[in-house]
């Protein structure tokens, strides 16, 4: 595979971020995605298998029925290696969810091996707090 195919690969996962068949599609089966962050903190960081990612993305459906639009802020290729900025976006039941990641991606024979993603954890904390408050109130 070319770098130019690494980016479009990468890029077509963005778009469809929160779809689970295209994850499972360009995911490799041995996929480590590993959220940087403290897990005494954020309740998700760690490391994640393939089947844990397309399962959050079907579960995803419910806290942002209308999707999540990631708009890359930047890109850079190399080899089997893609860095991409996103701004990630999204209604949800609470207002608006907007957000900053980071994310490396490794990929191998066109298959997404590695994902770290790094992102605002105090954020995001906050969005899982308010979830819980939101649902509890019903």
Do not use: C
């Not at 995803?60 to 999540?68: D, H, I, L, M, T």
Request: proline residues 3%.
């Amino acid at each position: 595979m070319t770098v130019e195919d690494n980016k479009r690969i990468v890029l077509d996962l963005l778009a469809n971020w929160l779809d689970p068949e295209h994850f499972a599609a360009v995911a490799h089966d041995d996929l480590v995605f590993v959220v940087e962050a403290d897990p005494r903190h954020t309740p998700f960081a760690g490391a994640k298998t393939k089947e844990h990612m397309v399962e959050t993305r079907r579960r995803a459906a419910g806290r942002f029925p209308e999707g999540v639009a990631m708009t890359v802020l930047g890109l850079v290729a190399e080899g089997d290696q893609v860095a991409v900025r996103v701004l990630a976006e999204a209604k949800v039941a609470e207002g608006e969810y907007r957000n900053r990641a980071h994310f490396a991606f490794e990929l191998r024979d066109g298959l997404i091996t590695k994902v770290h993603e790094y992102t605002d954890t105090a954020y995001l904390a906050a969005e899982l707090a308010a979830t819980t408050r939101h649902i509890s109130s019903r």
